[in-house]
């Protein structure tokens, strides 16, 4: 049985929810968002493909790379899609992608909210030599 683009997509939107040991991402200066599950480099980030913005989600290891894209809606106007699986994926990839951010936007809001201590650490750190 082949795994399909829709079941990772799924897949990764259910690990970055897990409450337990969520699947950690972080976002880098492009924009971009980065994690890691078993060894296998994640990358999700914006692409403009013919004029038409959508979501990317890369896959790489040492030696090789795969690619997701959100499917091209069928219409002009609206979420029209050639086939259902089509929709169902661009559903999934939106609602990861919804998820990345709020994760990373919720772990800087609380680095923002521990600025103070975490000066003070590092000021101690640098003038007694200890944590």
């Known amino acids: 049985m082949a795994v399909t683009d829709l079941y990772v997509a799924q897949f990764l939107l259910s690990a970055t929810l897990e409450r337990e040991h969520p699947l950690a991402w972080v976002s880098n200066e492009s924009g971009a968002f980065r994690a890691d599950a ?11 493909t013919m004029g038409w913005p959508g979501l990317c989600l890369s896959f790489r290891d040492s030696d090789n790379i795969a690619y997701i894209e959100e499917p091209k809606p069928s219409s002009l106007f609206g979420r029209t899609f050639r086939t259902e699986e089509d929709m169902r994926l661009s559903e999934a990839m939106r609602a ?3 998820a990345v951010a709020a994760q990373c936007s919720g772990r800087r809001e609380r680095a923002w909210d521990l600025r103070e201590s975490v000066r003070e650490s590092l000021y101690r750190q640098v003038v007694f030599g200890k944590p």
């Open 96 to 98: 990861l992608a919804d």
């Open 38 to 48: 078993h060894g296998v480099g994640l990358e999700l980030f914006h692409t403009h």
